[in-house]
């Protein structure tokens, strides 16, 4: 089994107790938890004695042995959580790291909508950058791409916490995909930590290459 029983205290009341924690989520054996990584209710915790809900951080891997997707869910800054498994990181999976169940939730709807999660956070820089140039006063600390009845949006996110949504413009992301993805390096290709630094990173070089 891949939980366990983890001592936990309450922020709150600052009472004791044990919640059951996932050291591996595979949705192919257990597909009932997959809701539960999706509404992050797997990585929220109730106090029985006071109520209080709170969000409790501990390392996950989730596993889709259909969809050949693992995404390591770790408080570690690790740039690889994977360098020792070479046979996984051989095989055709796609191998993600991400340090919130926030942006887990966010590699498994790209992934799933079919999209490339490199090119969604080249794109998000410059959704990020027109957004604070039209709203001089917004703060965007993150945004999580989103999927709603009218296509892919991203969820803003500010110091104050989730404050609206944008659509994503579907041609601008199937251009990036199309014409900036192969200039990648070998090594910007191998990471496993797709995120703002890893597209700014990108960028970068990239520019420096013209
Ligand atoms: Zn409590």
Same mark, same amino acid.
């Given at each position: 089994?891949?939980?366990?029983?983890?001592?936990?205290?309450?922020?709150?009341? &600052?009472?004791?107790?044990?919640?059951?924690?996932?050291?591996?989520?595979?949705?192919?054996?257990?597909?009932?938890?997959?809701?539960?990584?999706? !509404?992050?209710?797997?990585f929220e915790f109730q106090c029985p004695h006071c109520g209080y809900t709170s969000g409790i951080l501990y390392d996950c891997l989730y596993h889709d042995p259909e969809r050949k997707i693992m995404i390591v869910l770790?408080?570690?800054?690790?740039?690889?959580?994977?360098?020792? $498994?070479? !046979?996984?990181?051989?095989?055709?999976?796609?191998?993600?790291?991400?340090?919130?169940?926030?942006?887990?939730?966010?590699?498994?709807?790209?992934?799933?909508?079919?999209?490339? !999660?490199?090119?969604?956070?080249?794109?998000?820089?410059?959704?990020?950058?027109?957004?604070?140039?039209?709203?001089?006063?917004?703060?965007?600390?993150?945004?999580?791409?989103?999927?709603?009845?009218?296509?892919?949006?991203?969820?803003?996110?500010?110091?104050?916490?989730?404050? &609206?949504?944008?659509?994503? !413009?579907?041609?601008?992301?199937?251009?990036?995909?199309?014409?900036?993805?192969?200039?990648?390096?070998?090594?910007?290709?191998? $990471?496993?930590?797709?995120?703002?630094?890893?597209?700014?990173?990108?960028?970068?070089?990239?520019?420096?290459?013209?």
């Amino acid at each position: 089994m891949d939980s366990y029983q983890m001592e936990y205290k309450c922020p709150s009341c &600052g009472k004791k107790h044990y919640m059951t924690a996932w050291s591996a989520v595979n949705v192919g054996t257990h597909p009932e938890l997959k809701e539960k990584v999706l !509404d992050t209710s797997l990585f929220e915790f109730q106090c029985p004695h006071c109520g209080y809900t709170s969000g409790i951080l501990y390392d996950c891997l989730y596993h889709d042995p259909e969809r050949k997707i693992m995404i390591v869910l770790t408080g570690q800054e690790t740039e690889n959580a994977f360098e020792n $498994q070479g !046979d996984i990181s051989q095989s055709r999976y796609r191998l993600r790291t991400v340090h919130l169940p926030n942006e887990l939730v966010e590699k498994i709807l790209i992934f799933e909508s079919g999209l490339d !999660d490199r090119a969604v956070e080249i794109m998000k820089l410059s959704v990020k950058i027109s957004l604070m140039t039209d709203h001089e006063d917004l703060d965007v600390r993150n945004l999580y791409f989103s999927v709603n009845d009218s296509g892919y949006g991203f969820v803003v996110e500010t110091d104050e916490g989730f404050v &609206g949504e944008v659509p994503a !413009d579907e041609s601008v992301y199937r251009e990036i995909e199309r014409n900036m993805l192969k200039k990648m390096n070998i090594m910007q290709a191998e $990471q496993t930590l797709i995120n703002e630094d890893w597209a700014v990173n990108f960028i970068k070089t990239t520019e420096r290459m013209n």
